[in-house]
Each structure stands twice: as structure tokens, then as C-alpha cells.
């Protein structure tokens, strides 16, 4: 048998002749993509190639109630090498039932390449297995294999365990051989997967064996529904996993011909693969391809012996963190085995978890410290995010393809051997040989770097408003939205980078005679099937005041134009009332601008009594009240339609933005009254109400108004704690977290120490504890306590 070892700087280079093996090859570009004839545009092929984005999560435990929140941290990083960087601004994170579909879609802002926030599960998902996933707009250029997914467990619906006797219900049973295929004549390594009709791991006993039962290979179960099995299948056999309990599952077709890629992961430092061809296969001359993602990071030569066999060394050093996978190839470039195994990476951190008050009882202090080094031992200043949760009894960690590993796992499972060998499995199960990995042949999706609201602009007799200039007016938690906007010929209007949080209440409007021309409704571009098989339970239309998202991800318009569905807008006629006073307070005095015979503004705040305007208006005007009124020289605050604007002088003002003719009336509230506005209050409230705002003639606001969801507030995990108590539902256990923060900073020293209560009573606790550096280094940690 040949046995070849590969050394690694910057890419693999030989540590000895290989002249007899073949020789060896470096990547087209360090760390580059293939090249195919029909990606003739460099640039394109820079972009895809710089720009490579990958999303992992940080999640605080992989099992939730319905109602409860899951927090997590994400972690960005770009490029060949991994750099904790990213150039969108937007995370998009989904929650999907079994059949695939989006049942919760949030969006949070991402920021040097870090997000972090809290996701809170539907109150009424029936239980089951989820599936989390994560992606950026870019992402979407290179297909969902680059989606960052884990699983997540909704609801109280444990691995089944089996006991003499017992029969588990499974519902899908799904075989992955070791290299793709399973090859006759050659001992195969075979992973097995078990759910029940809820997508959860079904623990099972059997043995694998063919038709006369001649050949019966027992099956051995590590939980968590995974399972494997070692044999040497023969062609034109038909096997089957039996279980004990009676049930029976066919096996894959065995292949007469080809060849088995095998690979032994548990040492750290280096990967030992093993490659054999079948008798029948004549191709000897073989090359074995490392790739993450689409990059190529070695290239080798191989020449089976006249066993049919060749054994290799790889080196882990100096590889990227993350899922390598192993392609081995013929002479014609054909792929014929492809293997997936975990890297640690060279650049792994060490971090050091060691309690310094272990009192877990309800109401207790509990402090940890950590401290993290890098390779050499030296201290190391990070951001970690830090997770203490009730200790699981079984399974196998779940913390994502990139951060996960045998480092996390070692305390959790005894040893770690143990833990590499689980990881393994794992991945080697669940990984998806129909997912594409082919290059992109164009660039799809465009970086996004804000919120997004882009749609048709009509009045509200229904005409289209092309090249108009329209006003946006909005509030989210007392902050002001002002805006102007140009639609462009088609009357498109695009808002682009909002950075809202929560739900905005926005009103569109522009100049006009009548209110129907002064009022706008926008129509915005409607999700589509999702091109990556989630289908969104959402019209491709929008209901009136339904609440609308971010503007769908689609891909980028070569023609110019978008589009969109004629839009059909009705008006109802109402009675003509005026609006209700803000919080309804009573005012001190009040003034009405005269539709038929508008006057400026300034001459309509001079008719409040005492009310003094001097400079110019839209501009830099000055407002003052008499001493009498307000009892201190505070600045003034305005409210516009019942939204908090600001002070004069500090936030600015609303004249540049609310032509004088728009106005229905101004009043003037101070003393008692202006206490509900807190101290900014104290100077005196002018609350100004618009005829195209709150206090329409005729025509109903909301009719020019939408509802947009922005990006998910944030919650803080002592917000979380208090929330919980106040749910009926939550409050009946303790948390299965008992803390939680994105954001410990080591010191000079790389040391940092957490200290928090206990929420509830403990036996044992884990803590979880993640980082990346801005240079791409990767630490991780998990220990029971």
C-alpha cells in the first residue's frame, strides 16, 4: 500500500519527492476558486471569490418552548481567510418546521461582523425538530448550501430511548456511506440518521443484513439519532437495516465499481484518508482535492498500489477553521468520492473555564472566570459570547458547522476521542451530496447594507406618481422619521438603509390640492416562492394594514424596471371630525389653520397668547414662551401628529418638513399637562396635528399609512428574566438558561470574570463560551460544572 504525507505552509507542500506518486499542485490562486469557460467576467469572479461570506451562530441551547426566546450571537467572516468582517449589514435568521416551511422570519443589523439578539419561538408551532438558519442577501449568490443551519428542538418531545422490548415509532431513516457510495469488495463505513414524524432522534437497535441473512452486521447507536455501521458489501446483494422490533428500511444500491474514500479525524493535528479502489475499477491514477466552500486549499496526485490502495497524511496546520471537504477524482476530472470532515484550524484559541462561586440554588451568586490564549499560551484581549445553561443528560452539542467541534464538545461527552468520533458522525450524517457547490456564474444578489422599502407610489385616485417627490413621516419608539424621496419614472420609490427597530408606522404624502392627491399609498414589491425551497406563508399581495418586512430578496433587475402587480386602491368616505388630542391631554390654548384662508406658521403660533417667533422659520427659528406659562427657560418640545420630534435647538424642528397648509391646528400644553413628556417637557409641548396626518377630512390616515417591521428589538437577558415572570406559561419552570451575554471582553491579560444570580435550582450547569478575533482566530469551550 502507497502512503503519502503532505505538509501544509500557505497550501500543501511535499516534505519529500513525490515523484513516484505524481506531482503536486498548488491552487489555480492561493485559496482560489475552479474556473470554469463559462465565467468569462473577471470581475464577477474577484467579487464571488473576495467576498465569500460565512455565517455561524452562537446559540444559547438547542431546545425551546413555544413563546420562549432563543439567544444567540453570529459570527460574520469573509474571504479566503476567515477575517471577522463583513460587508453586508443585514442578518436574516429563520425559523423552519419539517416540511421546510418559514414559520418565523426575523432581521437584525450586522456590525463588524458580529449580530447578536434574541429569537423568540411562535407561541402556537406545533412540537417537533426546527431548523434554524441564517444568510445575508450576498449569500444568496452561492445557493443554500452556504446558509448557516442547525437544528432546533421546539417543545418537550425527548429522544426516544430504547429498552428491551420497546418499539420507536420512526417516521425517516436516511443512510449516508462513507464516501458517497457504497462499493462492493471494499469495507464501507455507513452512517445512519433516525427521526420521528416531528423531525426528533430516535435512538434504535438493529443489525444490517441481506436477503438470505448470510451477512448480519451489527448497528451500533451513540443517541441523538445517529448510528453507523462497518461492512463489505457484495454487488447484487439488497440489503436492509432490521431493527428489533420487526421494521425494515433498504439499504442504498451497492456499486460494483468505484471507490471508497475513508478517513480517520481523531487526531487534531492531522487527517489520515484511506482510498481503495474495487476490483472492477481500472483508473489507478487519481487526484485528491481539499476544498472549503468553492475555494481549493490543496491539490495532490494519487497512485493506487497494486492493492488497489493508497493511504495519506494531511495536516490540519495552517487550514482554515470549518467543514473541509475531501474530493477524489479520476483521471477525466470525473468526481467519484467525496468525504466531509471537521477542521479545528490552526489558529484556535484556548480558553480557560473555571468557577470561582459554584452555587447553583435560586438566588445564589455565581461568578466564572475565563481566560483566553492563543497557540503559544499567551493572553489573548476577545469579545466572547458567554452561555451558562442547565446540563443536558444526552446528546451531542449542537453549536453550528464552524465553531462546533470536538474542543466544544470534550467535556460533554468524557473524552475526546470520544467527542471527535461523534462530531464525525455527525457530519458526515447529515451532510446533503445533492446541495450544489458549483461556482456562480453572476453575481444575483446585491450586498445589503440596510432595511429596504422599495414599491409603486400611488394617490389615492389611484395614479401612479412618477418622478414626484414624496415625504415620509414615521415613528418607532418615540424617535422621528423624516424623509423625502423621488419616485423615479415607473414611480418606483425606494427607501434604502433604514435602520428601524420594531414595528414604524409610516405616512407617505406629497403636494397636492385636495387630500386624495396629497396622500400616498405605496404598494411594495410582494414575496415570491423562495427560490431555496422555503416556501413563505405570506400572500403575493399586501392585505391592508398587514404588516410589511424588509422588501423581499430578489434577484437583481437587469432591465431596469421592477416588476409589480397594478395596484387597485379604494377610498371610503367618512365623516369629517377632527383629531383626538395627544394622550389626551387638555391643551392650554389652541389655534386652527383655516383651509380656505391658510397663514403662514409663524403668524399661527403668534395667535397662542404669550407665543413669541423671531428669525427665520424654516431655518433656525426661535420659539419662547413667558416665564408665566412655563416656569423656566427649558427649550421647547414638538410633537407632530402624537410623534415625539424633539426639542428646539437640540433635535431640531418640523417647519422645513410640514408645509403651513398642511396643518389643522397647533396646541400649546405646559405645567401638569406636560408631564407625560418627562423633563424634555418641562420647557412647554407644542402638539401640531396635519390635515394629511392624523387629522384627515374625509379620507382615513392609515389609508396613506404603513405598518413596517424593522429589525428585531433588542432584549437583554435581565429584560428576559423579568419577562418570563410575568408569562403564566415560562414562569412554571426555571429558565433553562440562567445566563446569557454576547459581549464578555478579556482584559490585557486575556482574563474576564462574570457574576450573576442563580434564576432557579441547579444540579449542574454548562457553560458555553465562543469567540472570533478580527483576524479570523477561533476559540471555543464547553464544560460541565
Not at 224 to 235: K, N, T, V
Not at 614 to 623: A, H, W
Request: include cysteine; glycine fraction near 8%; proline fraction near 6%.
Amino acid at each position: 500500500m502507497k502512503i503519502f504525507r503532505l505538509g501544509l505552509l500557505l497550501g500543501f507542500m511535499p516534505v519529500f519527492p513525490l515523484a513516484a506518486q505524481g506531482d503536486f499542485h498548488l491552487p489555480l490562486k492561493a485559496y482560489g476558486y475552479n474556473t470554469t469557460p463559462a465565467l468569462q467576467d473577471r470581475a464577477v469572479l474577484d467579487s464571488l471569490q473576495r467576498w465569500e461570506e460565512h455565517i455561524t451562530l452562537h446559540t444559547d441551547r438547542a431546545a425551546a418552548d413555544p413563546g420562549d426566546y432563543i439567544f444567540f450571537k453570529a459570527f460574520a467572516t469573509t474571504g479566503p481567510n476567515r477575517v471577522l468582517f463583513s460587508p453586508s449589514g443585514v442578518l436574516k435568521v429563520e425559523l423552519l418546521n419539517t416540511e421546510k416551511e418559514v414559520v418565523s422570519t426575523q432581521y437584525y443589523p450586522l456590525s463588524a461582523g458580529t449580530a447578536d439578539g434574541a429569537l423568540q419561538i411562535p407561541d402556537k408551532l406545533e412540537p417537533g425538530a426546527y431548523t434554524l438558519r441564517a444568510y445575508t442577501r450576498w449569500m444568496r449568490n452561492y445557493g443554500p448550501t452556504y446558509f448557516y443551519t442547525t437544528s432546533l428542538q421546539i417543545g418537550s418531545l425527548p429522544a426516544i430511548s430504547v429498552e428491551a422490548g420497546e418499539s420507536p415509532t420512526i417516521a425517516t431513516v436516511e443512510f449516508q456511506p462513507e464516501g458517497g457510495e457504497l462499493i462492493s469488495g471494499i469495507s464501507n463505513n455507513l452512517a445512519i440518521v433516525t427521526r420521528d414524524a416531528h423531525g426528533c432522534p430516535v435512538a434504535v437497535r438493529g443489525e444490517i443484513a441481506n436477503a438470505s441473512g448470510t451477512q448480519r452486521i451489527p448497528v451500533q447507536s451513540f443517541g441523538a439519532g445517529y448510528a453507523s455501521a462497518l461492512f463489505e458489501p457484495q454487488a447484487g446483494e439488497q440489503y436492509r437495516l432490521q431493527l428489533e422490533n420487526g421494521d425494515a428500511y433498504s439499504l442504498p444500491e451497492v456499486a460494483a465499481s468505484g471507490y471508497a474514500l475513508r478517513v480517520n479525524n481523531l487526531d487534531p493535528a492531522r487527517i489520515r484518508v484511506r482510498i481503495e479502489a474495487a476490483a472492477t475499477s481500472l483508473t489507478r491514477s487519481l487526484t485528491l482535492l481539499g476544498r472549503q466552500g468553492l475555494h481549493t486549499v490543496f491539490e495532490q496526485s494519487v497512485t493506487l498500489d497494486h492493492n488497489r490502495q493508497a493511504e495519506l497524511d494531511i495536516p490540519t496546520a495552517g487550514l482554515p477553521a470549518g467543514t473541509l471537504n475531501l474530493v477524489l477524482l479520476d483521471a477525466g476530472g470525473e468526481e467519484q468520492a467525496l468525504r466531509p470532515v471537521q477542521i479545528e484550524g490552526a489558529s484556535q484559541l484556548r480558553i480557560e473555564l473555571s468557577p470561582m462561586a459554584a452555587d447553583f440554588s435560586r438566588g445564589a451568586e455565581t461568578a466564572f472566570r475565563l481566560r483566553v490564549t492563543d497557540s503559544q499560551g499567551r493572553p489573548v484581549q476577545a469579545s466572547l459570547s458567554l452561555a451558562v445553561t442547565a446540563a443536558p443528560n444526552t446528546g451531542v452539542p449542537q453549536n453550528g458547522p464552524f465553531l462546533s467541534g470536538p474542543a466544544a464538545a470534550e467535556n460533554h461527552t468524557g473524552t475526546q476521542n470520544q467527542a471527535r468520533f461523534l462530531s464525525d458522525l455527525k457530519i458526515l450524517g447529515d451532510y446533503n451530496s445533492a446541495l450544489s457547490m458549483e461556482l456562480p456564474d453572476a453575481i444575483r444578489y446585491r450586498v445589503q447594507q440596510g432595511l429596504e422599502l422599495i414599491g409603486y407610489a400611488y394617490d389615492l385616485n389611484n395614479n401612479l406618481l412618477r418622478n414626484t417627490r414624496i415625504q415620509v413621516i414615521g415613528s418607532a419608539d418615540n424617535a422621528l422619521v423624516l424623509d423625502e424621496i423621488t419616485t423615479d419614472g415607473s414611480g418606483v420609490l425606494k427607501l434604502t438603509n433604514l435602520n428601524l427597530y420594531g414595528v414604524t408606522s409610516l405616512v407617505f404624502r406629497t403636494n397636492g390640492d385636495e387630500t386624495r392627491e396629497r396622500l400616498v399609498r405605496i404598494e411594495p414589491l410582494s414575496p415570491k416562492k423562495d427560490p431555496d425551497g422555503a416556501n413563505e406563508k405570506e400572500k403575493a399581495t399586501r392585505k391592508k394594514e398587514a404588516m410589511v418586512e424588509t422588501t423581499p430578496w430578489l434577484e437583481m433587475d437587469t432591465t431596469g424596471l421592477i416588476a409589480l402587480n397594478e395596484a387597485v386602491v379604494k377610498a371610503k368616505k367618512l365623516e369629517q371630525k377632527a383629531s383626538p388630542s395627544t394622550y389626551g391631554v387638555v391643551p392650554d390654548n389652541t389655534v386652527y389653520q383655516d383651509p380656505k384662508r391658510p397663514v403662514s406658521t409663524e403668524i399661527l403660533l403668534s395667535r397662542i397668547p404669550g407665543v413669541s417667533v423671531s428669525g427665520d422659520l424654516n431655518m433656525n427659528p426661535r420659539i419662547t414662551l413667558p416665564m408665566r406659562i412655563v416656569g423656566t427657560m427649558a427649550p421647547v418640545l414638538w410633537v407632530v401628529d402624537g410623534l415625539v420630534l424633539g426639542q428646539q435647538g437640540i433635535d431640531g424642528h418640523p417647519f422645513a418638513m410640514i408645509p403651513s397648509t398642511d396643518i389643522e391646528r397647533i396646541e400649546l400644553v405646559s405645567g401638569a399637562a406636560a408631564a407625560i413628556f418627562g423633563s424634555r417637557g418641562a420647557g412647554g409641548v407644542f402638539l401640531l396635528y396635519t390635515r394629511s396626518g392624523a387629522g384627515l377630512d374625509y379620507i382615513r390616515r392609515k389609508d396613506a399609512q404603513l405598518v413596517f417591521k424593522g429589525y428585531e428589538p433588542r432584549l437583554d437577558f435581565d429584560a428576559y428574566l423579568a419577562l418570563r415572570q410575568d408569562d403564566r406559561q415560562l414562569r412554571k419552570a426555571a429558565p433553562a438558561t440562567l445566563y446569557w451575554n454576547p459581549a464578555v471582553e478579556t482584559d490585557a491579560n486575556g482574563e474576564a470574570v462574570v457574576r450573576f444570580r442563580s434564576p432557579g435550582d441547579y444540579s449542574k450547569v454548562q457553560v458555553t463560551a465562543e469567540t472570533v478575533t478580527p483576524d479570523g482566530k477561533v476559540g471555543r469551550a464547553q464544560k460541565v460544572f
